[in-house]
């Protein structure tokens, strides 16, 4: 069974500093995606990952894949209020008809 | 936005009571989903389809059945309701071929007292 995993849970950060969230998993995968839900809110697609190694930035976000370590990271440069929501990543198996499994999310509070 | 609406979008229902919630799409997506969100669990997925009248179970799938007659519609009905199904459920569809990439509907906050 595919275990989804991330952390930290929850994080108060600062605006203006930097971090970091991880996202490990438990099975064999190349692919892997990050979304962005604000409360009470839909989830929005931020990131999609299709091979090792790759990195993807907008704005203040870059996110990277580590298939050999199963492990993708978000990163939040220069934090602004804006960036406030919880972030999910997701990994989808090759072979699971094209289902996603989601990892518990993180809820990202920036305070002034 | 992926063209998808959900209803209805807040539902308080007793426990017993049969609930239907349906998914509706415009774009004529083969692949279409439905999970529920709470906390401390992110989303875990229902049922899912990927085609008129072709649909399977997802990891969460125990009191729950879906339907799906015509492409641009999925519903998902909860048989006899219990207050383990308090619930937001979202519907998703699959945009492209051969990425997994997922667009979320705006979601259903459903209570059963």
């Known amino acids: 069974e595919l275990k989804v995993e991330q952390n930290p849970l929850f994080l108060?950060?600062?605006?203006?500093?930097?971090?970091?969230?991880?996202?490990?998993?438990?099975?064999?995968?190349?692919?892997?995606?990050?979304?962005?839900?604000?409360?009470?809110?839909?989830?929005?697609?931020?990131f999609v990952l299709l091979s090792n190694g790759a990195v993807k930035q907008e704005g203040r976000l870059m996110a990277s894949l580590d298939t050999k370590a199963r492990l993708s990271t978000l990163h939040i440069t220069a934090a602004v209020h804006d960036l406030s929501a919880t972030y999910f990543c997701a990994v989808d198996v090759a072979g699971t008809a094209s289902k996603l499994t989601f990892g518990t999310g993180t809820r990202l509070q920036v305070t002034l | 936005d992926a063209g998808i609406t959900q209803s209805p979008r807040h539902k308080v229902t007793e426990t017993g009571t049969p609930v239907t919630l349906r998914c509706h799409q415009t774009e004529n997506h083969r692949?279409?989903?439905?999970?529920?969100?709470?906390?401390?669990?992110?989303?875990?997925?229902?049922?899912?389809?990927?085609?008129?009248?072709?649909?399977?179970?997802?990891?969460?799938?125990?009191?729950?059945?879906?339907?799906?007659?015509k492409t641009e519609d999925f519903l998902l009905t909860l048989e006899s309701a219990t207050s383990s199904q308090t619930s937001v459920y979202f519907c998703a569809i699959k945009a492209l071929a051969g990425i997994n990439e997922q667009f979320f509907g705006p979601g259903t906050r459903l209570t059963v007292l």
């Open chain 1, 12 to 46: 108060s950060m600062q605006e203006g500093k930097n971090y970091t969230i991880y996202c490990n998993y438990s099975t064999t995968s190349d692919r892997l995606y990050w979304y962005r839900q604000d409360p009470g809110k839909s989830l929005e697609s931020l």
């Open chain 2, 31 to 69: 692949y279409m989903y439905w999970y529920r969100q709470d906390p401390g669990h992110g989303l875990r997925l229902i049922h899912y389809s990927y085609g008129v009248k072709d649909t399977d179970k997802g990891e969460v799938s125990d009191g729950y059945s879906v339907s799906r007659s």
